[in-house]
């Protein structure tokens, strides 16, 4: 008896993967027709770019970098190699920098995101040389006709 349960059951989930891979195919691009020197754009359609603090400022302290330097309960990494972002690519000092890449670059719009380990590194305390240091980078960023994207999180 539980075999033939087993088998029912077994049948219909075979059977719902088939139907579904049927009904709702993957798509995918077929690159060799796709004449992509003839794709165009709305002129509404907003070009940007985008970056996660965490990734590219550098020296975050939050629960992320906590994780990247735990190791797993075998001893073992939780990153491999034990790779951290540490310093990342500077971006909290180099923003002007990036900002004029991102100019040359041709886009109008930048994602970032800030990060909250920073500007409240405690509870009820909030760094106002931080939230002074976000306040300019958003700044450069609209004198570079940029318009800002924040994110929160």
């Not at 798509?27 to 002129?43: G, H, L, M, S």
């Not at 009820?124 to 931080?130: L, R």
Request: a negative charge; one cysteine or more.
């Amino acid at each position: 008896m539980i075999f033939e349960i087993l088998s029912i059951v077994i049948g219909l989930y075979l059977f719902m993967i088939m139907y579904f891979h049927y009904k709702y195919p993957e798509i995918r691009w077929d690159w060799d027709t796709i004449q992509a020197d003839k794709v165009e754009f709305p002129p509404t359609f907003i070009w940007g770019t985008a970056t996660a603090a965490h990734q590219v400022e550098g020296n975050c302290i939050n629960n992320w970098s906590v994780f990247e330097k735990a190791s797993k309960a075998n001893g073992e990494p939780n990153i491999k190699d034990s790779q951290q972002s540490g310093l990342a690519c500077d971006h909290w000092n180099r923003y002007p920098e990036d900002i004029s890449l991102i100019k040359k670059l041709g886009v109008s719009h930048y994602r970032f995101s800030v990060e909250w380990s920073k500007i409240q590194p405690e509870h009820d305390v909030f760094d106002e040389h931080v939230l002074s240091h976000y306040s300019k980078m958003i700044d450069t960023l609209i004198e570079n006709d940029i318009t800002p994207v924040l994110t929160l999180h």
